[in-house]
């Protein structure tokens, strides 16, 4: 289905505050200007604007969108890094400060990532109030037509059991992506501390 052009002003806001998270500490938890607070709001706008997404473009669309985003700012950074690396406050160049930068941003979608899976069950709690108001209905104003009645109840419950097993892939596919991102981090994690271990190393040789 085409959406409208302004749709698309979420998706651009999106990028623009994953590509933001660049220029966060590594220490979140440190309180001065670019610490805590910075992270704060940064994570925080990310899950509300993958919330409004995911409402907006649906599961499936919502989550090609944050995996194109989280790949195109990576290598957007990545080539800054290259060319200009001071931009990010980086002395020189090196494999270790371009994993850390896919690692903050990598943070950041992982929040994106949560605001379409907390849409997603608001979404799936809504469709099944509505199924059982649609239950309740039937079975208060279809009295005299039991027949009738017994057959809604029966599509209504098919229809609720079709939503909750949706509901219930959609939650495991989620719960797979969410893994496999940990999975990435705990790399992304390892592999610059070897990298960081192997420049301390000839740092002092």
């Known amino acids: 289905?085409?959406?409208?052009?302004y749709y698309w002003f979420?998706?651009?806001?999106?990028?623009?505050?994953?590509?933001?998270?660049?220029?966060?500490?590594?220490?979140?938890v440190a309180f001065y200007p670019y610490g805590f607070s910075f992270w704060f709001v940064m994570l925080t706008f990310a899950a509300l604007l993958g919330f409004i997404i995911s409402y907006?473009?649906?599961?499936?669309?919502?989550?090609?969108?944050?995996?194109?985003?989280?790949?195109?700012?990576?290598?957007?950074?990545?080539?800054?890094?290259?060319?200009?690396?001071?931009?990010?406050?980086?002395?020189?160049?090196?494999?270790?400060?371009?994993?850390l930068?896919?690692?903050?941003?990598?943070?950041?979608s992982i929040f994106g990532l949560l605001g379409i899976l907390i849409w997603q069950n608001i979404h799936l709690s809504k469709e099944l109030v509505r199924a059982d108001e649609k239950i309740k209905f039937y079975e208060m104003?279809?009295?005299?037509?039991k027949r009738?009645?017994?057959i809604l109840k029966k599509e209504a419950e098919v229809k609720a059991s079709e939503i909750i097993f949706d509901a219930t892939k959609k939650v495991q596919e989620l719960e797979k992506l969410?893994?496999?991102?940990?999975?990435?981090?705990?790399?992304?994690?390892?592999?610059?501390?070897?990298?960081?271990?192997?420049?301390?190393?000839?740092?002092?040789?």
Do not use: C
């Open 101 to 108: 930068q896919v690692l903050k941003i990598g943070l950041s």
């Open 1 to 5: 289905m085409k959406r409208p052009f």
């Open 148 to 150: 009738e009645a017994e």
């Open 10 to 28: 979420v998706v651009f806001f999106y990028i623009a505050i994953i590509f933001l998270s660049n220029f966060g500490e590594t220490q979140i």
């Open 56 to 99: 907006t473009f649906g599961l499936k669309q919502s989550l090609w969108i944050i995996l194109i985003t989280f790949l195109i700012v990576s290598i957007i950074s990545s080539l800054l890094i290259l060319i200009k690396p001071d931009l990010f406050k980086i002395e020189v160049f090196s494999i270790a400060n371009v994993l």
């Open 178 to 205: 969410k893994l496999e991102l940990e999975v990435k981090i705990r790399e992304f994690l390892q592999t610059e501390l070897s990298v960081l271990d192997k420049h301390e190393e000839s740092l002092r040789d």
């Open 141 to 145: 104003n279809v009295l005299d037509a």
